[in-house]
């Protein structure tokens, strides 16, 4: 096997790890702390293309640059980084992992980070953001649908929630969830994307589709 051959393989087990781990929130964290160091590089080999959807939707509709951002599902901060280079400046990390937020820490983009569960009672105060990111974490195996409750919770009234979801996970629970908020009149819906793959270098059920969202709390 070439380098390159063992290299790919390696990163399709990192894969199934997380989208393995059954809901168990201790083990997928101790996966994401021993695949944080080469996490960035990995997901630049499986073609990621949730950052480059997510920076566009956040310049369409977060206009102010100070806006505070909660980067819900931070990991490495590819995402932070990139909203950094756009200009918004008081984004806050949260992730469940801590070797993931040690990444991001180096960044120097955060203004806090938090190691937080997204299954569970967030550590923020009510309508303490004016947007929220959820990149690649609203999918199986990770946040639960519960996680949207949450995420509406610490955003303020007209404040953005930008988040991608699967599509397995949207038949799985998401997609209820989402209209039950809208019904509750919680949130409206802004936008949405075409449907995408947002790893196209992974395989099997990890290749899988994703579409990605734009709400206002209400």
């Known amino acids: 096997m070439s380098k390159n051959e063992n290299a790919d393989r390696e990163r399709q087990e990192w894969l199934a790890k997380v989208y393995e781990a059954g809901g168990d929130t201790r083990l997928l964290a101790e996966h994401y702390d021993a695949w944080a160091a080469r996490y960035d590089d990995d997901m630049v ?71 937080m569960d997204m299954g569970k009672r967030l550590g923020f105060e009510d309508d303490c953001f004016d947007g929220c990111t959820a990149i690649g974490v609203l999918t199986v195996g990770h946040a639960p649908p519960a996680a949207l409750d949450e995420l509406v919770r610490v955003v303020r009234p007209g404040g953005v929630l930008i988040f991608s979801v699967t599509d397995k996970a949207f038949e799985s629970g998401f997609g209820a969830k989402m209209q039950a908020l809208a019904d509750a009149g919680r949130w409206q819906h802004v936008a949405e994307s075409k449907p995408y793959i947002p790893l196209p270098g992974a395989m099997g059920e990890r290749g899988h589709g994703s579409r990605m969202f734009v709400y206002r709390v209400a």
Do not use: C, K
């Not at 505070?68 to 932070?80: E, S």
């Open 45 to 115: 080999h499986l073609g990621y293309t949730n950052p480059a959807l997510t920076v566009g939707l956040a310049g369409r509709f977060i206009q102010e640059p100070a806006a505070r951002l909660l980067d819900a599902g931070a990991g490495t901060g590819i995402i932070g980084r990139l909203l950094s280079l756009l200009g918004y400046e008081n984004i806050v990390a949260m992730d469940l992992s801590q070797g993931m937020l040690d990444r991001a820490r180096e960044l120097g983009v955060y203004r806090e980070l938090h190691s």
